[in-house]
């Protein structure tokens, strides 16, 4: 099976716009998670998708959306982008066959750099 | 909430020696704890996981994880390391967001660098 990829890879995008980023899942898997990663903190939830519905949600601002298509493909929008959005955006999924998201496969990341 | 604690933010090893990472984490029930490996640039690799059972479990790359209930710990073990297991290792745990309550979602520790001297 193919891995979990995510487009683009490098982003480079300036103050005040907006950027959308995709992950395609492994094949069969209906949950898809969403995490930023930053030196300073770390790795932090922003949502999980589940069926074209956001189960769970991180404690991000508005500004951080996203969806999920009938495929399962998944898309994070930022809006308004600032300074500290810069980071490696990850995206798991999950064949989520209980109502506990079980083991998550990483994606390679987008790494953004706002400027 | 759920916590997880990694206390050792670098640790350095000369390849052949054995590894210890640790990782601490703090939930009421019982969780699902992960270790996961990162190389720089790169995304996050399982390397092991825990949801019941057998407390030793085994994952890939001769690394291997106890679950000590007791003393709310999974550490992460390895006899004998190599250069290639330089990287960033992550531990995490699966639980609800909320005490008792809302979704599950998945907690990450700070991570451990290690390095291997040669």
């Known amino acids: 099976k193919a891995g979990v990829t995510q487009t683009p890879r490098y982003l480079i995008k300036t103050r005040g716009q907006q950027v959308t980023l995709s992950c395609s899942p492994i094949?069969?898997?209906?949950?898809v998670s969403w995490y930023q990663q930053t030196p300073g903190q770390g790795l932090q939830f922003l949502f999980e998708?589940?069926?074209?519905?956001?189960?769970n949600k991180g404690n991000f601002p508005g500004r951080f959306s996203g969806r999920q298509f009938s495929n399962s493909r998944s898309e994070m929008n930022v809006s308004t982008l600032e300074l500290g959005d810069s980071a490696l955006y990850l995206c798991?999924?999950?064949?989520?066959?209980?109502?506990?998201?079980?083991?998550?496969?990483f994606g390679p990341g987008t790494r953004l750099l706002v400027l | 909430a759920q916590s997880v604690t990694q206390p050792d933010i670098h640790i350095t090893v000369s390849e052949g020696a054995s590894l210890e990472l640790r990782c601490n984490y703090s939930?009421?029930?019982?969780?699902?704890l992960f270790w996961y490996v990162q190389s720089p640039g790169q995304g996050l690799q399982l390397l092991l996981k825990?949801?019941?059972?057998?407390?030793l479990v085994q994952g890939i790359k001769g690394f291997e994880a106890e679950f000590k209930r007791s003393q709310s710990s999974f550490n992460l073990r390895k006899p004998s390391v190599h250069w290639s297991d330089a990287a960033e290792y992550f531990c995490?745990?699966?639980?609800?967001?909320?005490?008792?309550?809302?979704?599950?979602?998945?907690?990450f520790g700070k991570g451990t660098k290690l390095s291997v001297i040669p």
């Open positions: 798991a999924s999950s064949p989520r066959t209980s109502g506990r998201v079980e083991t998550q496969y």
């Open positions: 094949s069969g898997h209906r949950s």
């Open positions: 998708y589940f069926s074209e519905t956001q189960r």
């Open positions: 939930y009421g029930a019982t969780p699902y």
């Open positions: 825990y949801f019941s059972g057998d407390t």
């Open positions: 995490a745990v699966n639980a609800r967001a909320y005490s008792g309550a809302g979704s599950y979602q998945l907690t």
